[in-house]
């Protein structure tokens, strides 16, 4: 049997999924100033977003340490010989590194495949679905891994901030750029790709915002799953209006919606409205 890890960054449109599947979570810590919280367990998405606003602080990412990880792997070699440990992108935070490190501490007595899942959030929560799928249908780590790999390509985000504070100070642009687009009222586009955040393109205002993240989702065929991640409790005026969109250019559906987790508000702030979406795999015939 093939068991699931993952870290506390990944945001389940289901939760009811890391249950049902037993999937094991391990704590991403966060740190405001001197406190110092497990993501997901003693911090939900309100929490963390209200912090941001309203606190001066910002806050940091830190992995779960070698041994936290380590323990969790041999706790789970009592009754399997076989490990799929799925993390948020290595180029924003040190996950993947320190489960690759545990994973050594039991090499011989445990088969444990560490992947980078180039994401972070309802992407990696997406792409740990999967996983799970497919652990259903095989006992071949091997094949199972290769396949979860196919999958990270097929996975896309795209956001749009009102404020620039959080992506200056995480360099995506200059302070000088930060200041001239605020005071113009621009909305930069960040999208993810190859795991690293990138700024895409700018829009004026929220209804070009929207204009822009529509035009990303009609650029695909299929969609298997996509979700609209935002920042307030309660549905704004814009987050309707995209959720209308999407439903009229792709046949109806009604997408689900999401406040986003600490990873987003890490790296993106408080007040950044996007999509996450998994692609249909291309029918070979």
Same mark, same amino acid.
């Given at each position: 049997m093939i068991r699931i890890v993952t870290d506390s960054t990944a945001l389940f449109?289901? !939760?009811?999924?890391v249950k049902h599947h037993h999937i094991e979570v391990v704590p991403v810590y966060v740190r405001f100033g001197d406190q110092r919280l497990r993501l997901g367990f003693d911090i939900d998405p309100e929490e963390f977003l209200y912090r941001m606003q309203h606190y001066e602080t910002p806050p940091v990412l830190e992995p779960p340490s070698i041994d936290e990880l380590y323990n969790?792997? /041999?706790?789970?070699?009592?009754?399997?010989? @076989?490990?799929?440990?799925?993390?948020?992108?290595?180029? %924003? /935070?040190?996950?993947?590194?320190h489960a690759l490190a545990a994973s050594k501490m039991l090499l011989g007595r445990c088969d444990i495949a560490v992947i980078d899942?180039?994401?972070?959030?309802?992407?990696?929560?997406?792409?740990?679905?999967?996983?799970?799928?497919?652990?259903? @249908?095989?006992n071949d780590l091997e094949a199972a891994v290769r396949e979860v790999r196919r999958a990270i390509p097929r996975l896309y985000g795209v956001f749009y901030v009102q404020s620039m504070k959080t992506i200056c100070r995480h360099d995506l642009i200059t302070e000088s750029?930060?200041?001239?687009?605020?005071?113009?009222?621009?909305?930069p586009c960040v999208t993810i790709e190859e795991g690293q955040l990138t700024i895409m393109e700018k829009a004026l205002n929220h209804h070009q915002a929207i204009d822009k993240l529509v035009e990303f989702a009609t650029e695909f065929t299929q969609i298997e799953q996509l979700v609209i991640l935002h920042h307030s409790t309660t549905l704004t005026e814009p987050v309707r209006q995209l959720q209308d969109r999407l439903a %009229?250019?792709?046949?109806?559906?009604?997408? !689900?919606t999401q406040v986003y987790d600490g990873s987003i508000a890490t790296f993106l702030g408080p007040d950044a409205t996007g999509i996450m979406i998994f692609e249909s795999e291309e029918d070979e015939d």
């Open positions: 449109i289901d !939760p009811a999924l969790i792997y /041999a706790r789970l070699n009592r009754e399997t010989t @076989q490990i799929m440990s799925l993390h948020i992108s290595d180029q %924003l /935070a040190d996950v993947c590194k899942s180039q994401m972070l959030s309802a992407g990696l929560g997406m792409l740990v679905e999967h996983a799970a799928y497919l652990a259903m @249908q095989t750029q930060a200041i001239l687009g605020s005071m113009l009222g621009i909305m %009229l250019e792709l046949g109806g559906a009604n997408f !689900p």
